[in-house]
């Protein structure tokens, strides 16, 4: 894949391709005709202004939706089981949040503006080829999210079954290490998902508008159970710390800080799939800002508080929520909990590492992949990725995982907010962005070298001194070991200047001409 490493000049582009509505919005000229050739296809052109309809409350729910699963219950619950108390969870989750939202309010705002999903966003930095390196890197890590979440989805339906068959079903014999029950409920979970997704957008956005409130009811139901076995709230809140506030907790602080960026890291690039369908910008910033980091830091403090819990009555911290809702008396409560697991889960899958991938998959090859194929595609490959594997142990999941996770898609992040706000000050040609052969963001060969450099440079910084996953064949650079802990901010910062030093020279000559 040889880059080419001179650009050609950038053509006139015709003024009347696009219009920009009072609103803001922009869109094609009424009567042009919509961009065609091996770029474009109906799911990625941008989304007409008449269907861009999302409100605030759409956007709130979207987030109520993903922020209660059980991947973010395990996130709280995992700093648990590594020896912080509720204090020191919540306080790392809310931050987290808080720093994840600023460039995901950044990234979103070419959604509203422009109608265009992630992978068309990233061709004005990228090109219009080039764009596909991060929209495959970040369909990579949607396809072991997707595979994550379906594993702790078919965990919920081999427990409900399990108490309502009986210790046929949970005992059964093993394939793999895991009763083929297991296996069975995984693929009972992986086909529900598919039908929805299969539906397209509307059933999602209906979908999260009904699930996130009857998920929150499950997490207080939650609370309550726990606090009944251990005697009142009081034990819940009472759990010490084994790191205290000194030395040990700050060593933990940083990676674990990086990890719960991580998490939401995907969002924070591929926002714009969502945004896009947006009323307006005040609707997506509003939708976010009071979605995310809200929700986000009550259902992370629900989960330690009940994870507290279980480490009271049980002696040690149960992070898996699938695990602690199997361990009740109640056949009425278990089957209310592993449902409002099995919603959880599928509020957040199909929401977040089902519909962005399909695009990303779409943008290789428009004319043949749609996004039903693209999302098809990205189920297979969570398979293939062993998901359970990955959601094995709470330090890998939270430290390695998440970490290779944030410092690679937080070099990316870096490279968008840099062109779409810093160098073009929020202005795209949405012509150019499917222009074959020519136009601005066709750099050379349809490549931007910039951006890669700017991509491995900080992706090396990012991630290069972590320690690797097992599935993953590789060691820590041990000069960069001191980088690993800060992967996320690492790679945004440093993918962020190189990219400016990079392209500064090339918009000054542009804006000569």
């Not at 963001?441 to 491995?456: H, Q, T």
């Amino acid at each position: 894949m040889g880059l080419p490493m001179t650009d050609t000049a950038p053509p006139a582009i015709p003024m009347s391709a696009q219009v920009t509505r009072p609103d803001g919005r922009v869109e094609f000229a009424p009567g042009s005709p919509p961009p065609s050739g091996p770029y474009a296809n109906k799911d990625l052109l941008p989304v007409p202004v008449d269907r861009r309809t999302w409100t605030t409350y759409n956007f709130s729910a979207l987030w109520v939706g993903m922020a209660h699963n059980t991947a973010s219950w395990t996130l709280a619950s995992g700093l648990i089981a590594v020896g912080m108390d509720w204090k020191q969870a919540v306080f790392t989750i809310a931050l987290a949040n808080v720093i994840v939202l600023v460039p995901m309010l950044l990234t979103g705002h070419a959604g509203p503006k422009y109608g265009i999903p992630f992978p068309v966003f990233a061709r004005s930095s990228f090109g219009v080829r080039g764009a596909n390196l991060p929209a495959v890197v970040r369909a990579l890590v949607a396809c072991g999210w997707f595979g994550i979440q379906t594993w702790i989805g078919g965990e919920a339906i081999y427990f409900l079954a399990g108490k309502l068959i009986g210790g046929s079903w949970v005992n059964a014999s093993e394939v793999g290490g895991q009763p083929w029950t297991m296996w069975l409920s995984f693929a009972i979970f992986w086909v529900i998902q598919v039908a929805i997704i299969y539906r397209g957008m509307e059933t999602i956005r209906r979908f999260e508008n009904w699930a996130a409130p009857f998920v929150l009811v499950g997490a207080f139901v939650m609370l309550g159970w726990m606090a009944s076995k251990a005697g009142g709230l009081g034990p819940l809140f009472d759990q010490p710390s084994r790191l205290g506030w000194g030395a040990d907790f700050w060593k933990l602080f940083a990676p674990s800080l990086m990890g719960m960026i991580g998490f939401w890291s995907t969002l924070s690039l591929n926002i714009p799939d969502f945004t896009r369908y947006g009323k307006s910008q005040k609707a997506q910033t509003w939708g976010q800002a009071l979605g995310l980091p809200t929700t986000m830091t009550l259902f992370a403090f629900l989960s330690v508080l009940v994870t507290s819990g279980s480490q009271a009555v049980y002696g040690k911290p149960v992070w898996d929520p699938v695990q602690l809702a199997a361990k009740t008396d109640s056949v009425v409560g278990l089957l209310y909990a592993l449902v409002t697991v099995l919603v959880a889960t599928l509020s957040v899958n199909v929401a977040a590492n089902l519909v962005s991938p399909a695009f990303d998959f779409s943008n290789i090859a428009p004319r043949r992949i749609s996004f039903r194929t693209g999302a098809l595609v990205t189920c297979v490959l969570g398979v293939l990725i062993f998901p359970w594997k990955l959601y094995s142990d709470p330090r890998g999941y939270i430290f390695t995982w998440l970490g290779l996770v944030g410092g690679l898609l937080g070099t990316v992040a870096g490279i968008l907010v840099a062109d779409y706000w810093i160098l073009r000050r929020a202005r795209l040609d949405l012509a150019d962005l499917y222009r074959a052969g020519s136009g601005r963001y066709w750099y050379a060969g349809g490549w931007n070298w910039r951006a890669v450099v700017a991509l491995v440079i900080g992706g090396v910084l990012a991630i290069g001194g972590a320690d690797f996953h097992p599935l993953i064949d590789g060691r820590p650079i041990p000069a960069l070991r001191s980088l690993a802990d800060y992967g996320w901010a690492v790679g945004l910062g440093t993918s962020m200047a190189v990219y400016l030093a990079l392209m500064l020279p090339r918009r000054r000559e542009e804006a000569a001409d």
